[in-house]
């Protein structure tokens, strides 16, 4: 059986008080909200923080607030059973409630929250493994070792992003709070992420990430299609988010398309994205556009089934997306 290391656990009640003791204990604590990705990667010893803050005794991340029209205020404490059963969110924003509603299992969704999974660490077949089988292979530079074993002449990591609610919030264009002791600070959640598997994020070591803000639905719709060995639960091995605008003739005036699970950050396929605008939906126009997107995608042997299979579905996944916001339009 793998057990915990020892650590000290502190449960702050209000956001005030977590950011005060995270600024205090300094960069060894960590922050824990539902623990479903930090606690197995704390029994494998992929990190060992000697200080715990607990977030779950605080009300304030938990609430979820605004309208279509004004947009969406969502608490990073808020679950992912909840989001993926929110009316609202189902129906103006059903990537974000299909995405939620693919993580994990039930038992997890109803711990694992939304700013957990934004900030989930970053994966790799070589990592995400216990402490003896990494061991056994010399470690790797991501923990304990020098060497990429992915790619072994490569300076860096490239571990995958792997949160299915990344490429989401990257197309619907949210935006994240993250709060410290000394101020706070909201940004799009595109500038969240990081091109690095080591440190795949801008957020500094005291900060904590306190809401999502989803900008008015606006006419946006939006879809999630996630490719997983495993239908019944699994992380995704390519995530295909798209949100599209159209006029009432069907033209396309806004377009977002963002691929999940191809690197160490949810990759925009803006390119591609542009040749919808101006255009109306068909067959052909889709076709192009899920062959450009799919060349954003440059996965690598480091997750689950064959490179080449992985990139041969990705412009089958897109076709799919945007096949399924045409024919919703027409509907
Ligand atoms: C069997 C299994 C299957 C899974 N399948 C999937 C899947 O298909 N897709 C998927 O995306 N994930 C999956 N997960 C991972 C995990 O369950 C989810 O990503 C979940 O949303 C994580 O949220 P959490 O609240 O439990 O995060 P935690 O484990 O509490 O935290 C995760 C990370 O975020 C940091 N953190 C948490 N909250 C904050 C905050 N407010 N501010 C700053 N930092 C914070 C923590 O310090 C930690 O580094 C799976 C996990 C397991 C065990
Ligand atoms: S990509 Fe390389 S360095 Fe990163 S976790 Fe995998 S093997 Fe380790």
Partial sequence: MLRLPPFRYLAPRTVEQAVELLAQEGEQAMLVAGGTDLYPNMKRRQVTPPVLIGLRAITSLKTMSGSPEQGLRIGAGVTLSRLASHPLVQEQYPALATAAASISTPQLRNMGTLGGN??????????NQTEFWRRSIGYCMKKDGDVC?????????WAISSADTAPVLVSLDARVRLVSARGERVLPVRELFRDDGLVPYTRAWDEMLTEVLLPPADGWRS????????????????GVAAALRLREDGTVIGARLTLGAVASHPVEASEAAGLLLG??????????????????????DNADLTINYRKQVTPVFVRRALKQLMEESTE
């Fill in 118 to 127: 934004l900030l989930l660490e970053t994966r790799c077949n070589y990592y």
């Fill in 149 to 157: 074993l992915v790619a072994p002449g490569s300076p860096r990591c």
């Fill in 223 to 238: 879809v999630y299609l996630k490719l997983r060995r495993r239908g019944s639960f699994d992380f995704p091995i390519l």
């Fill in 279 to 300: 255009q109306r939906l068909s067959p052909e126009l889709i076709d192009e556009v899920a062959v450009t997107a799919a060349k954003r995608a440059k996965p690598l």
